[in-house]
C-alpha cells in the first residue's frame, strides 16, 4: 500500500535559518506528490504539488522537488519566517484519488 | 463561494450517541472525501464520492459509520452507538474529478465522552 514517512518534529528556527523537512513515500503506480501547512487555528490549505518525477513545486518561497530515485519530496525554504509558524503534512496520492498523509511535523520559527 | 464549509465545528456527545456531520463542497466540485485526524496524526482517509456515487470506503470505516451525498452537493457523515476511539477531528475535502488538488473545510471536531 502507500506511505509517507515524515521526519521527526518538532523543528525550531530562528528567523531567516535554512529550512529542510524531509519526506520520503512508499506508492504503487506514479503517485502525485503535495505539502500541505495548518497554521494555528485553521484548516488545511495546499501549498504546493509536484506531479512527476524531477517536477519542482513552489509556493510562498517554499520548494520541493519530486526526487524518483530517492522516493522523496523534501520541503525548503531559504530564510523562514514568524508567520511560517505551522503544521506541515508530505502527502501523495495514486490514480487521482484520496490523499495517503505523513504524520505531520509541527514548525516553531522565533524572531 | 468561500470554500468548504462544515458543520457543527465542534460536537460532544457521550458514548452510545448518533451524530451526524454536515459538508458542503465548493459548487463546482464533484468529489467530496471525508478524512479523520486523531491528535499528532496526519488525516486518515474515510471514503469518497464523485457525485452522488460512493466510489471509495476504507477498512477504517466500521458500519456504524455512514456517509450519503444524496443529490450529488452537501455529504453527510453519520457515526452510529459512537465511541469513545471516535473522538478526532473529521475533515471533508472537495475537488474536480480531472484535477488532482483538494480543498479542505474547517473540520468537525468530534469528542466522545
Known amino acids: 500500500g502507500n506511505s509517507v514517512t515524515q521526519m521527526e518534529g518538532p523543528v525550531t528556527l530562528s528567523e531567516e535559518a535554512f529550512l529542510t523537512i524531509n519526506c520520503t513515500y512508499t506508492?504503487?503506480?506514479?503517485?502525485?506528490l503535495f505539502w500541505y501547512v495548518q497554521y494555528p487555528g485553521e484548516g488545511l490549505q495546499l501549498l504546493l504539488k509536484?506531479?512527476?518525477?524531477?517536477d519542482k513545486g513552489s509556493n510562498k518561497g517554499f520548494e520541493a522537488t519530486y526526487r524518483k530515485e530517492t522516493t522523496s519530496f523534501h520541503l525548503e525554504k531559504g530564510s523562514v519566517q514568524v508567520s511560517d509558524s505551522a503544521v506541515y503534512f508530505c502527502a501523495l496520492s495514486t490514480a487521482n484519488s484520496k490523499l495517503t498523509f505523513g504524520k505531520g511535523i509541527t514548525l516553531s520559527v522565533r524572531p | 463561494d468561500t470554500g468548504v464549509s462544515q458543520d457543527p465545528r465542534h460536537k460532544i456527545t457521550k458514548r452510545g450517541q448518533n451524530v451526524t456531520f454536515r459538508c458542503d463542497p465548493i459548487?463546482?466540485?464533484?468529489?467530496l472525501y471525508w478524512y479523520r485526524q486523531t491528535l499528532g496524526q496526519g488525516p486518515e482517509f474515510l471514503t469518497y464520492f464523485q457525485n452522488e456515487a460512493q466510489l471509495e470506503k476504507s477498512r477504517l470505516l466500521s458500519d456504524r459509520f455512514s456517509a450519503e451525498r444524496p443529490k450529488g452537493s452537501f455529504s453527510t457523515l453519520e457515526i452510529q452507538r459512537t465511541e469513545q476511539g471516535d473522538s478526532a477531528m473529521y475533515l471533508c475535502?472537495?475537488?474536480?474529478?480531472?484535477?488532482?488538488?483538494?480543498?479542505f473545510g474547517p473540520g468537525t471536531r468530534l469528542t466522545v465522552l
Open positions: 475535502a472537495s475537488s474536480l474529478a480531472l484535477v488532482n488538488e483538494q480543498f
Open positions: 459548487s463546482e466540485h464533484n468529489r
Open positions: 506508492a504503487t503506480g506514479y503517485p502525485s
Open positions: 509536484a506531479t512527476k518525477a524531477d
